[in-house]
């Protein structure tokens, strides 16, 4: 190889006559170099490369030039140190002058292209290098100068051949944004999204949509100014429209799935860190579009990754995505490829979708129920209206009624001293009225009025109450049928208020009640007039339905009081569950444990508690018992291991020298790729046991023994 390597660099510098010879050995050169790892190394210390590099400048045959470029760019795409040793601010220069001058052929451009690719190539010091240079801002102008058709016809020898370098720009730009990621040339590539934007939108074909695509991907890679800069001139609204087109496409030709994919991919790189903009996908319903391709068959699930990735982040913020999301089955589906997928990365991203829309769902479920709710609330309210309304003619009824009971008085036809016991009769079967009316029984008005006639005609008498029975067990009736508790209560004052007419006859014919003076005498129209607005009023306020509770709260207070006041009642409480007494203090699963135990009033529920409780334990014992291998606490290690010595230090590793072959490999691997010891260590077959500290000090030996040698 290295007799080989001097020949053929002998015959590169003396056939300066010969271009075509020239250029056979540059080839040999490369192929040479290709093969054997050692061979750039070795073509780097004879001088070759240098030679190499002067040619490709000073030459006056292009095909010798493009040769030599060639032969570089191959050199330092198989040897780091080689790289390093090209990238310099003059070789940016010398192909900044190539590709700015219009005499330079498009094959000679293409080369020098591609040697600007491999320095920039992981390599952040080539990409500054090249911005520095101007170098990037010529290879901006070749991406959108160098190609202009938007029919692409590549049987056509010129027109494939600038279709070449057109690419070959593509890719060098690509490779001066990304690995490392460099802010300053992604901010020189953003002028270049315009003319990006022409070629999706005039040319959807793989040959042109592959490199655009890759361009604008690593362009907005982790940067929020280029994505803001993007979408702001149109640029996802075109990826949208290109990405509905091929889904389209994909039903009849499967190959359209592909680009599909990777125009979901530049679509997911707008929105990574930008995600508030996916309301702009929503106009083109781009999740349906995404849902059917996730279902496409020609897809493997890297691209089934791609595309759920996208998906969520559609749907992270933006509510008509997730809407669409709900509405075209998105759950069932993304739930089956999530219950098929072994992808953990495809797992996680459909579960973050799944998650986020859930949300969604139950957020649109409780507006909807707010919704229905507030329409029973308008019934509910016009309902109230009409039940006032009929509220109202009642109590005009009533009042009328007052009004004739008045008249009467004043002309004398009553004795002052009798209507003093009728009126709060007349009264209380006026409340009575209202109540049966409040309940929706028409009917009970005329049972009223009867009752009020017969009470005035036989009020003069003693024996007024007892004719007035009949009529007042009619209302009961009425009421039993409305309301069994409003029924019973109405029985009891009924045999209250007996009682105590009959009491008062022997005593006071006049006497009045105290249940009567508080709650049922009128003084005057007026008065009652201004009651029964206000009744009126409350019950439009409230929901017309009968409460009972509200006429005879006073009696269930007092019932409850009494209640209370008793001893059962305290011994109740003592003999309540300590676990639902126990609520606020600072329980844990032992103390709460022992408190249910302890306690001899369990309520169902903590007894069912204690009895599984008692059940699990005793199962456990059991296994326990079975099997004694079964421990519930870690064992400690012991202190004599395997690992340590007696005096509880760790064992050294064995020493395992190096072998030749070992050797051979951490040299041949420093060539290639530099001080990596980690890469170095797993490309090549080392014992096992070898750590990448042992090889840099192993390399760091081989150093000092060699300069040694040499001095």
Not at 257 to 283: G, R, Y
Not at 365 to 391: I, P, R, T, V
Not at 616 to 623: A, F, V
Request: include cysteine; charge should be positive; proline fraction near 3%.
């Amino acid at each position: 190889m290295k007799t080989d390597l001097n020949l053929l660099l002998e015959c590169v510098k003396h056939q300066l006559d010969s271009p075509v010879a020239q250029k056979q050995a540059l080839i040999t050169i490369h192929v040479i170099c290709q093969q054997n790892s050692n061979a750039s190394a070795y073509f780097q210390e004879i001088g070759g490369l240098l030679f190499i590099r002067n040619l490709a400048k000073c030459s006056e045959h292009s095909m010798v030039k493009e040769a030599a470029l060639y032969t570089l760019g191959a050199i330092a795409e198989e040897n780091v140190s080689c790289q390093e040793t090209l990238c310099t601010s003059e070789l940016f220069e010398d192909l900044t002058l190539v590709l700015s001058d219009s005499g330079s052929n498009l094959n000679l451009k293409r080369m020098s292209v591609y040697v600007a690719l491999v320095l920039v190539s992981h390599n952040r010091t080539g990409q500054t290098l090249i911005r520095e240079t101007g170098c990037i801002q010529v290879l901006t102008q070749l991406f959108s100068t160098v190609l202009s058709t938007c029919e692409l016809d590549l049987s056509d020898k010129n027109i494939f051949q600038s279709y070449q370098l057109w690419s070959s720009v593509c890719s060098a730009l690509c490779a001066c944004i990304n690995n490392p990621q460099n802010e300053d040339n992604q901010t020189i590539c953003c002028s270049l999204f315009p003319h990006a934007n022409k070629w999706l939108m005039n040319c959807v074909k793989p040959e042109i949509l592959r490199p655009v695509c890759s361009f604008i991907g690593f362009t907005l890679s982790n940067n929020t100014s280029s994505q803001k800069r993007f979408i702001s001139e149109g640029g996802l609204d075109v990826l949208s429209q290109v990405l509905v087109k091929l889904e389209s496409d994909s039903r009849k030709t499967p190959p359209s799935a592909k680009l599909a994919v990777m125009v979901t991919k530049t679509v997911d790189a707008c929105l990574v860190d930008s995600p508030t903009f996916a309301v702009i996908l929503s106009k083109y319903h781009i999740v349906p579009k995404l849902l059917a391709l996730l279902s496409h068959k020609g897809l493997d699930s890297e691209d089934r990754v791609s595309i759920i990735l996208t998906l969520s982040h559609c749907t992270e913020v933006c509510v008509e995505n997730q809407y669409d999301f709900l509405k075209n089955n998105g759950f069932p589906l993304v739930l089956r490829f999530l219950v098929e997928s072994q992808n953990e990365d495809f797992n996680r991203a459909a579960s973050f979708v799944l998650h986020h829309c859930q949300k969604f769902a139950e957020k649109l479920h409780l507006s909807l129920e707010k919704c229905s709710l507030d329409e029973n609330e308008a019934e509910q309210l016009s309902m109230q209206e009409k039940n006032g309304e009929e509220y109202q003619k009642k109590a005009k009824e009533i009042l009328q009624r007052i009004s004739e009971l008045e008249s009467e008085k004043d002309k004398g036809h009553i004795q002052r001293e009798e209507t003093k016991d009728r009126v709060p009769s007349t009264n209380t079967k006026t409340r009575k009225h209202l109540h049966v009316d409040h309940l929706g029984r028409s009917a009970k008005a005329d049972c009223k009025a009867k009752c009020s006639s017969s009470h005035t005609q036989n009020s003069e008498t003693p024996g007024a109450t007892s004719k007035a029975c009949p009529n007042e067990d009619q209302m009961e009736t009425l009421l039993k049928s409305a309301s069994p508790v409003n029924a019973c209560y109405r029985e009891s004052r009924k045999k209250k208020t007996l009682g105590q007419a009959s009491l008062s006859s022997s005593q006071n014919l006049h006497e009045e009640t105290p249940l009567e003076k508080d709650n049922f005498a009128f003084p005057s129209s007026d008065h009652a007039l201004r009651r029964s607005t206000l009744i009126i009023q409350n019950r439009k306020q409230q929901v017309p339905v009968a409460d009972p509770f509200t006429i005879c709260s006073d009696i269930i207070n007092k019932e409850v009081f009494s209640f209370l006041a008793t001893d059962n009642c305290s011994k109740m409480l003592e003999n309540r569950c300590s676990g639902c007494k126990a609520g606020g203090k600072s329980l844990n699963s032992r103390n709460f444990s022992k408190l249910l135990h302890s306690c001899p009033y369990q309520c169902d529920r903590h007894q069912a508690i204690v009895e599984a409780e008692d059940k699990y334990k005793s199962e456990l014992r059991k296994s326990l018992i079975c099997n004694q291998k079964i421990l519930l606490t870690p064992r400690r290690r012991p202190l004599g291991s395997d690992s340590t010595v007696p005096g509880g230090r760790k064992k050294r590793r064995t020493r395992k020298n190096f072998t030749e072959e070992e050797v051979s490999y951490l040299l041949s691997g420093v060539k290639k790729m530099g001080n990596h010891w980690n890469s170095i260590l797993w490309s090549f077959p080392f014992q096992r046991g070898r750590t990448a500290v042992d090889l840099a000090h192993k390399y760091h030996k081989l150093t000092k023994s060699q300069t040694r040698a040499a001095l």
